[in-house]
């Protein structure tokens, strides 16, 4: 009798409240050599980078740093990267600006060095340019939380002297030695870092949901995404499970509504998880059957245990503009496909 009292009014209020807000439906794109952008293919490794609220980008430059690039696809240096202390001078001292992510104001950016391990910070605003950590190694990504902490993945065990041979030795052979770390804020100022997973396979993506309290790792060499629940508190880590297992995830990014947006290198792919769930949907891809038969034949390799690194050529990508890495999301529902060639696609607004 005490459940019927009260499942009556329940269904009564379940009934007439406003349905659950249907997320927008995700759109397919097939390449055209007409996205590859900027046309004259003048950027040098735009792995990642963000959209401005007028259309413009600003991508990671091997070279400069960073780069801002008009609509048009004309683009300059932006930020005093090497007054921060950035530089790439083969064989002494590599770097490579890799992770571009906006802090959570949408005022600054925060850049990783994946060769250089420096992690800086550029107001965008004014372009001015700060080192706020040096890491031992190269840093992959780096993404700031609404605290103010800084969350940064750790590939493997590089140094600038070793230039790129040595990061891309872990994807050949899976080291076991990348990691996350967390540089937390305290009273207007970074503390000392603190490694919080360890033994990972090639740490890369990061992105914290502020909202859910949640943060998503790719772990490329060992074909998963990673999620775990954050403590606001402390900044702490708990209750880590796998969200995802799939070939060699690569950069990840949350759009407006929640889903997670993962880019699939060895595919030539972008996919969108349901991160409620861990079912996905393709957005994009370009494949011919033979650079498919190299997916499966990377991915043989991998659990075999076998050198692999030989596969990773354009014969593996072609025609796309490089090896397709990471992605913008921008507005008016456009995205970009980032990698570590001479352009990148975009998808979307054409």
């Known amino acids: ?10 269904a009564f209020v379940l009934a007439c409240a406003p349905p659950a807000e249907k997320p927008t439906p995700l759109p397919y794109w097939t390449f055209d050599p007409s996205m590859v952008f900027p046309a004259d293919r003048s950027l040098v490794r735009p792995e990642d980078g963000v959209a401005l609220p007028d259309g413009r980008l600003i991508v990671s430059d091997q070279v400069s740093g960073l780069r801002l690039v008009e609509r048009d696809g004309s683009s300059a240096p932006f930020g005093d990267l090497s007054g921060a202390g950035y530089r790439n001078n083969p064989p002494t001292h590599s770097g490579a600006i890799n992770g571009v992510s ?24 004014t372009g001015q340019t ?40 872990a994807v050949d052979f899976p080291e076991g030695d990348g990691s996350l770390w967390q540089l937390p804020w305290s009273d ?16 890369n993506g990061v992105v914290v949901d502020n909202a859910a309290g949640k943060l998503y790792v790719a772990e490329t060499v060992g074909n998963r995404i990673l999620q775990f629940d954050i403590d606001t508190a402390d900044g702490g880590l708990s209750n880590k499970s ?15 509504q929640g889903r997670l947006w ?33 997916s499966a034949e990377f991915l043989r390799r991998g659990e075999a245990g076998e050198p692999r690194l030989e596969l990773m050529t354009p014969d593996l990508w072609a025609p796309l503009p490089g090896l ?20 990148i696609v975009r998808l979307g607004g054409q």
């Open 188 to 203: 207007g100022t970074f503390g000392e870092p603190e490694v919080l997973v360890e033994n990972m396979r090639f740490a």
């Open 262 to 294: 993962v880019a699939l290198p060895a595919r030539n792919a972008l996919i969108v998880v349901d991160t409620r769930t861990g079912a996905y949907e393709p957005v994009f891809q370009s494949q011919t059957p033979e650079q498919e038969a190299l």
């Open 1 to 10: 009798m005490r459940y019927m009292r009260y499942a009556a009014p329940l």
């Open 324 to 343: 397709m890495t990471g992605l913008i999301l921008a507005p008016g529902g456009v995205v970009y496909f980032t990698g570590i060639g001479d352009a």
């Open 102 to 125: 906006l802090e959570p104001d949408g005022t600054h950016l925060v850049l990783a060095d994946i060769l250089g391990g420096g992690i800086y910070r550029v107001d965008i605003a």
């Open 130 to 169: 700060e080192m706020v950590y040096q890491h031992s190694y190269g840093v992959n990504t780096a993404v700031r939380d609404a605290q103010g902490n800084i969350w940064f993945t750790q590939s493997t065990r590089n140094t600038p002297q070793d230039g790129e041979g040595r990061m891309f030795a």
């Open 242 to 256: 796998t969200l995802l297992e799939i070939l060699a995830p690569d950069n990840l990014e949350l759009d407006e």
